[in-house]
């Protein structure tokens, strides 16, 4: 099991740096993939659906984490790993687009992805760049659930536990998520943007929790429930 993670020359040297502190401490095994820096954000998002194209096309299970995911629980990622492999499908991150009319639909997310190479093919061997839909975005990888809704095909989506922003969107009929929000098996900053030259103290302090392997406790919960 390898993840595959983007980035760009234009981030911190830092943020690399915490990211493979931490996957080395969890055990997670990753393969970084350097891109030059990129401004303009439509052809940086389109370059980060091709290459996880490029990486599904080769892979018969490609995983894959972004540089501002950390993965903080080894057992399960492994858990998701077997099942996406025992069941022909494929595993992520529950995320939406909160500033469409498609704002209810929840997918797999590319922050934690994987995927077996016999689901991709079920689905049609799609594109997972984004791509605009009758006026309407559909996200980097998206494409995947929307496809296996339309022909039934089983998936599971791991939903967040809470967040650490005080700014927070919907995730549909589940509840909240926002900036830091952690899921079951990783935690995920969102707004790799706001990082500049800078990392901000929040991401530093969930680095130094998992490195101490001290519990997150997010400061939100994401559903009214709680968690």
């Not at 099991?1 to 996957?23: A, I, S, W």
């Not at 993939?33 to 303009?40: M, S, T």
Request: with cysteine; charged share 20%.
């Amino acid at each position: 099991m390898r993840f595959h993670t983007f980035y760009t020359r234009n981030l911190p040297g830092q943020l690399l740096e915490d990211h493979q502190k931490v996957c080395n401490h969890i055990g997670a095994d990753i393969q970084y993939h350097i891109e030059d820096a990129i401004e303009d954000y439509d052809i940086l998002y389109t370059a980060h659906g091709k290459f996880m194209t490029s990486v599904m096309e080769k892979e018969e299970v490609a995983c894959f984490l972004d540089i501002d995911c950390l993965p903080h629980s080894k057992e399960l990622i492994e858990k998701a790993y077997n099942w996406a492999v025992e069941n022909g499908s494929f595993v992520g991150n529950a995320q939406n687009i909160s500033h469409t009319p498609m704002r209810n639909h929840l997918y797999a997310a590319a922050s934690f992805l994987i995927v077996t190479r016999s689901a991709w093919k079920t689905l049609g061997s799609p594109d997972l760049t984004w791509f605009m839909q009758n006026n309407t975005q559909i996200d980097t990888a998206q494409i995947l659930t929307l496809r296996a809704d339309e022909i039934g095909l089983p998936y599971q989506l791991m939903y967040p536990i809470g967040y650490d922003g005080d700014n927070h969107r919907s995730l549909g009929g589940y509840g909240q998520y926002g900036t830091g929000t952690l899921y079951p098996a990783t935690w995920h900053y969102f707004r790799i943007s706001e990082f500049g030259n800078q990392l901000p103290d929040l991401w530093t302090e969930r680095v130094n929790n998992i490195l101490n392997n001290q519990k997150i406790i997010p400061n939100h919960s994401s559903c009214f429930y709680g968690l």
